[in-house]
């Protein structure tokens, strides 16, 4: 959602729940140390309702630096939600560590006694999640919740300042997504860019594919964003054996039907692996692009700081 979009909620009244006059089952949101991390919930509807909220943290952001930020709008995004949700529950997990993060989440989201209730409809703010524990949320809702309609809500950022996050400390495997990988065959990696070309330069050199298809988000999800990514991917484009194509960022349906189209020749010859480093709404067609096509590995690089300016 834009500046205007969410004004234009407001204007209406706010955001309602999906189905007209029935609450919600489930509303996920982030804390984060970034201003965005309430702007979905500063434009809930009056009457809109859901049975159970649950506000997902990553320990480290609430200690140094960002523990301010990140602990003042976890209280707002509780207080917010508190008055749209029967109960809120505030999972605490880690984005340094995978498991830790898996675990914390499916404790909420995968337990037996929500399993055993009927979501139907699932509103899920994405807007501040890392792209790591976005893809495990998604996860956990597709396999405990596949009968559920799930809305996606993003916020996009005004800006992104000089850099979002710098260095890296390793790259590994998205718990559940290993995908299937043959060693009589080359590798493909698929690159979905974003601001950050140290961490995919460092993806390539960790897999050592024998092609990269860099993608280049077109539209983006604001106009502005587009000619930074192009100059920022410069050099990994001037590397060999690199191939360009553009996706929708702004879009998870026509995103997911691109980045098909761009898997199609390789999957019977390669092994495929896709690193989503783009909008979060691209980041979730990744996500069902994996589902579709089990041999899909995805991949991440779990960067070395993240701008707490921004």
């Known amino acids: 959602m834009t500046k205007e979009t969410i004004a234009a909620f407001k204007t209406q009244g706010g955001l309602r729940t999906i189905r007209a006059a029935v609450p919600d089952d489930l509303f996920i949101a982030c804390a984060s140390y970034e201003p965005r991390t309430t702007t979905v919930s500063e434009s809930l509807a009056g009457d809109y309702r859901s ?11 609430l200690e140094g630096f960002s523990a301010h930020k990140t602990d003042a709008n976890m209280s707002q995004l509780r207080e917010l939600l508190r008055k749209h949700c029967a109960e809120v529950e505030i999972v605490k ?17 995968a337990s037996e006694v929500y399993e055993k209730t009927r979501h139907g409809a699932i509103t899920f703010d994405c807007t501040t999640f890392n792209r790591e524990s976005l893809l495990t949320v998604g996860l956990l809702l597709r396999t405990h919740y596949a009968s559920a309609q799930i809305r996606v809500l993003y ?21 559940g997504f290993a995908g299937l990988q043959l060693p009589s065959r080359p590798t493909v990696l698929m690159v979905l860019s974003g601001f950050e070309p140290e961490r995919a330069l460092r993806i390539i050199d960790a897999h050592e594919p024998a092609r990269v298809l860099l993608g280049i988000g077109n539209p983006p999800t604001d106009s502005r964003f587009r000619d930074r990514n192009i100059q920022e991917q410069q050099i990994i484009l001037a590397r060999q054996d690199v191939e360009r194509f553009e996706f929708p960022a702004d879009n998870i349906v026509e995103c997911l039907k691109c980045l098909e189209a761009v898997i199609r020749p390789y999957l019977d010859t390669s092994n495929l692996v896709l690193a989503p480093m783009s909008t979060k709404l691209s980041t979730i067609a990744s996500l069902l692009l994996a589902e579709q096509y089990p041999e899909v590995q995805i991949t991440y690089c779990l960067p070395g700081d993240y701008n707490m300016e921004v």
């Open 93 to 109: 997990g880690s984005w340094l560590n995978a498991v830790d993060q898996l675990l914390s989440l499916k404790s909420a989201l």
């Open 51 to 61: 049975a159970r909220g649950v506000i997902y943290v990553n320990r480290e952001f």
């Open 155 to 175: 916020v996009s950022p005004e800006n992104h300042g000089q850099w979002l996050s710098r260095g890296f400390r390793a790259v590994r495997n998205v718990m």
